[in-house]
């Protein structure tokens, strides 16, 4: 006898988006699904839970969190770097790109909230065009509502900065067709994909070397199935791509950059800072293909709290200071080691109540005292909320009422006492980071066993 599956069976196989239509298809699907809870609303990355920090000279990533009455995710994440591969640098955890709740390292990719990660395999190189030098990133897409338990890996090549000769042939860029090394969690390989572009190319090989603005490469978003990506133009990849231009001037060599996702999709942001002029914030949106929308422009330093920098502040976000130096060779690590307590433990301490994004930590404008360097951090992902440093200190700058949180500390305490030759404590890379409670990342891949083939 055939045994038919329940109504409850088939829509629980079915993603979060789909289960979403599903309840308005009838008002007996719609009992079914909020009867027994099918849609988790409250597992998908639909919050802010914290901004993953990379820092100057330091080899590995801080994480400053967001206060919960819900679980506290803990930013340490070393437990992905205690294996050794011989065909790859000594992993270490330290952050290139965020979607959705994943983080991507230089060897796996983990989810921080439900402490599951999976390496992938040694990516392959991307072939340079005739007379050509370039860098390459690795870019993350992942999207629960869609696929909770896959995700993609995509390498792009950077603009070219010069030429290794004067060899080079006269090409537009990006190529009409653009060849990707591809990675999927659900094949468990790389494999080649061609991606079609629409639209005009940002400009001809070798006139526009010179004249291409220089952005932050790692620079990504990821928003309605399309992945953007700043490359000194804008692309914006799909099966796919486009090259979006940027606003005018964005990109200028004095101004700080970020491309990053908000409420209304995509938004890219510049702060222009120069001695005894205003520091001057500009943020615009896209609102279709072809067209930003500037906010109009504001000087944000006389409504910058006069903070005193010496003095501790006890705000509720918390930063995880975490100073480790892995044990590559568990064999090789005692039981008394393993068993001793880390210092750094107590600051994942669990603050059980919600941090008010709108309301708490409010502090009165007034310019400060001395002219600090001011830097993006992000987008607060569901707000118009732009997140800021001023030296040591995350502010939150409400575009809207130009209300201004004092967030927390920026900086580790053992990264301001190193004694390093020419050492400068600035951030390198910001990720707001959304938390993910939902999927499962598949097994480990034996990348040992993928080595040998």
């Known amino acids: 006898m055939d045994l038919v599956p329940s109504l409850p069976d088939v829509l629980r196989r079915l993603a979060p988006r789909d289960l979403a239509a599903s309840r308005c298809v009838c008002k007996s699907w719609l009992r079914v699904l909020d009867g027994r809870h099918l849609l988790r609303a409250d597992l998908l990355p639909l919050s802010l839970g914290g901004i993953f920090l990379n820092f100057l000279d330091l080899s590995f990533t801080q994480f400053l969190n967001r206060p919960t009455a819900g679980a506290t995710v803990s930013g340490r994440l070393d437990y992905t770097c205690h294996y050794s591969d011989p065909c790859r640098y000594p992993p270490r955890a330290y952050v290139y790109a965020h979607c959705n709740g994943l983080l991507l390292f230089d060897h796996c990719v983990v989810n921080p909230a439900t402490q599951q990660w999976a390496l992938f395999p040694i990516p392959p ?129 004095d101004r700080d950059f970020y491309l990053g996702k908000s409420v209304k999709g995509i938004y890219c942001a510049s702060l222009l800072q120069k001695t005894q002029s205003p520091v001057k914030l500009e943020v615009w949106y896209l609102t279709s293909l072809t067209e930003w929308v500037l906010k109009p422009d504001r000087d944000i330093f006389p409504i910058l709290p006069n903070l005193n920098f010496d003095k501790h502040y006890n705000r509720p976000w918390i930063l995880q200071e975490f100073e480790y130096w892995y044990k590559y060779d568990a064999s090789q690590v005692s039981d008394e080691e393993d068993a001793m307590p880390d210092n750094n433990e107590a600051l994942v301490e669990e603050v059980k109540f919600d941090w008010d994004s709108d309301n708490d930590d409010v502090v009165e404008p007034g310019s400060e005292n001395k002219k600090n360097y001011v830097c993006i951090l992000g987008f607060h992902p569901y707000k118009e909320v732009v997140l800021l440093s001023s030296w040591d200190r995350v502010l939150a700058y409400h575009w809207a009422s130009s209300k201004v949180q004092h967030l927390g500390k920026l900086f580790p305490k053992f990264y301001l006492k190193q004694r390093l030759a020419y050492h400068h404590p600035m951030v390198t890379d910001a990720f707001p980071y959304t938390p993910c409670w939902l999927g499962e990342l598949p097994e480990k891949l034996d990348v040992g066993a993928q080595l040998e083939d």
């Open 125 to 253: 190189d991307v072939p340079e065009p005739p007379g050509m030098h370039f860098s390459t990133h690795t870019y993350l897409v992942f999207d629960p509502t869609l696929s909770p338990n896959y995700f993609e890996l995509f390498i792009l090549p950077d603009i070219p900065s010069k030429m290794k000769d004067d060899q080079c042939e006269e090409l537009e860029w990006p190529p009409s067709t653009l060849n990707l090394p591809v990675f999927s969690s659900k094949t468990g390989s790389w494999e080649d994909m061609s991606f079609c572009r629409e639209g005009e190319a940002a400009g001809m090989f070798p006139d526009m070397v010179e004249s291409l603005p220089i952005c932050n490469g790692r620079l990504s978003a990821y928003w309605q199935g399309a992945l953007y990506i700043s490359c000194s133009n804008c692309f914006i990849l799909r099966y796919k791509y486009r090259v979006i231009s940027l606003p005018t001037d964005v990109c200028a060599h």
